[in-house]
Structure formats: C-alpha cells, structure tokens
C-alpha cells in the first residue's frame, strides 16, 4: 500500500508538471491553459509517452494507480460542473431570448441531421460503436458530441475580452447555456436507454427528471437559506464547506445510481446554489483545486485512453476528417445563419459561430461518459479527442480573425491571452 501511494505521488508531480508546461507553451501562443492540459494528457498516453518510453509509461501508470487515477478524474470533473452549474446565469435568456433560442436550436439541429446521417456509416466500422449500440443511440451520441459547446471557456473568452453584457457577450452566452443544457439532457437520454432495458430506461430518466425539477424548485429554496446564513457570517465557513460538499456528493451518487451520471448531479445543484456571497465563496476555494490538480487527472485519463496511431488506418483517418469538417461547418455555420436571421450584422454573426464552436474540456466530458458506458469504441474516442483539440484551438484565433482584430482597432488596450 505504502509503495502504491509512492507511486500516485510519482505520478501526479509528472502529471502536473506536463500539463503546467504544456500550458505555459499553449499560453504563450495565445492559446487558453486547457487546451495545452488537453494535448499534454494526450502526450503521457500511448500516444507519446507510451510509444517513445513504453517501460517508463507502464512503471508511471500502473494498473493500481490508473484506479486511482479515474477516481479523482470523476471527482475533478463532478466539481468542475458544479462550479459550472454555479456560473449558469437563467437572467441571459429573458435579454436575448428569441436570438439566443434560435442560434442555440441551429447550433444544434444541424449537429444532430449530421450525427444522423454519419451514424448509419460509422456504425458499421468495427471499433467505432460498441455492438450493442443502436442506430439511434449512435445518431444521438454523435449528434450531442458535436452539438456541445465549451460553456466555461465561452464565458472565459468573453470576459477576457471585455464583451461581458454587450450584445455578442450577451447572445453567445445565453445560446451557449441553451445549446449545453439540451446537449446534456440529450446525452441523459441516451445513457438512460444504452441497453434496451425498459425498466432502466424508465428509472434513469423519470428519476433525473424528478431530481431536477426538485433540486430547482423546492431544493432551490431550501439551499436559500445557507446562502442567509453565509450573508450573515460573511464567509463561507468549514461548516458550510461541508455541508456543500456533502450535498454533491449525494447528488452525485444519485444521479449515478439511477443510471445517468454523476456529472449530472453535481451541474444541477450548481443551477440551483442561491447566488451571492456563497457560489462566490464555494468558487473562490474550490476552483484553484479542481483546475489545478483534479482537471489534469481527467486530461491524463482521457490521455491513457487514446491512440492516435489508430490514425495511421486511412480509412480512421477519413473518418476523423469528415467528422472535424462536420463538426465545424455543421454547428458554426448554423450559428452564424441564425444569428444573420435575426438581425445580427455579419461581424458578430462570424464571431457567435467562432465561439460557439469551441468543445473544450465538455467534449471531453461526454466522450470520457460514452466510453466508460460502453456506447462508443477506443477509435471513435480518439477521432473525437482530435475533434475536441482542434475546435477548440480554431476558436480564440478565429474569433480574433472575424471580431477580435477589428474591436482593438479602435481599442486602447491590448487583448490578454486566456487562462481557462
């Protein structure tokens, strides 16, 4: 035991140190700290590590610590949506409502007429699909792994930029929360129908159903008054500290033990966290944590579990790359149409469609779901990997291309590099 704990000490530091670099690197370039952590989980995988270094990867990821590994990659990501949760803004949709509604249906309609046009073809590649996926549990699979959008590093783009509250901030906000939210009840759907278990099926969704619609009605009230008593002690004190995190961890295995997901739970109860001195509080103590060092145990899980030389197969490599063109011009330039239909000048339509583009570490999220259920193949992963790495690092210089660069034209300060 002693020496299994050595080892997951061993392996942090290098994760942490990987993913600190690689991040440096992608910042320098402008690019945000996530995406390097992204690529430098990729490169501790087989793709890298373990094809250059095979001994040293076997001796750093030990099947023992992997377990460990995966545990705390699930708490970093259960958290990460809850502060996610917490940062969701309802007030976005009353602003921009009939805009945001449709650039958030167009951004999603036409992923899902892709994922259903691709999944009749990919089903059929050995190793895509597990055999027990449906035709229309691969549609809608693939149709949400494209129709996701980075909600977090949308926001983080936006704020950097000094966008916040103007009309493009506004509407890619609110399309972005609408189009995440639908991705992931659709995403609930799938999870709970995975199997063809009726019964199953029925619990998983009625019963994530019934937990948000308590959690956002009379769970919504009943956390009002922790954020009463957090204003009247001024601080979000270690009591409250665990109270909080003894409410996600419950909401967490609920979600899960009804068969959708524990990501799910954690996200629901961030919506309904009462806003003020307490979702500042839990935010300002929890993010440095799960940013810094649980976020990077799942990028190296999701690393460990990919193959890039699956790439090498010309007809994998097709794959990915119809899959990246539909990925891009499906959701951005459905964006982009809906937001010129409603008005909205060309400059900022390029821009809602730049960055509603973004995946991020969400596709990963989804991606990292399908696999552990069983729905999707390791080559579809790693196609999808690539999918989510490059999207996002289009986003920041395309959004720069299309809006950026003409705004610092009549701007007086320089535009900071992102750290999300």
Known sequence: MQALAASFFLQMAVILAACRIVGWLARRIGQPQVVGEMIAGVLLGPSLLGLLFPETGARLFTTETRGMLYIGSQLGVGLYMFLVGMEFRTGLFRERARSAASVSVAGMVAPFALGALLAPWLIKVPGLFAESTRLHEAALFLGAAIAITAFPMLARIIHERGL??????????????????????????????????????????????????????????????????????????PAMMAVILMLFCLSAWFTDHIGIHAVFGGFILGIAMPRGPLTAGLTEKLESFTVVFLLPMFFTFSGLNTRLDVMLDPSILLIAVVVLIASTLGKGVACWAAARLHGEDNRTSLAVGALMNSRGLMELIIINIGLQMGIIGRELFAILVVMAIVTTLMATPVFEWVYGRHVRKGAPQPVNGIDG
């Open 164 to 237: 916040a509250g103007t009309p493009l901030g506004t509407l890619a906000l609110a399309a972005g929360a609408i189009d995440d939210a639908a991705a992931w009840c659709v995403l609930a759907v799938v999870l709970a129908s995975f199997g063809g278990d009726s019964g199953i099926a029925i619990t998983a969704i009625g019963g994530g159903v019934l937990y948000a619609a308590f959690m956002l009605t009379l769970g919504r009230k009943g956390l009002a008054c922790l954020g009463r008593v957090t204003l009247r002690d001024g601080r979000v004190t």
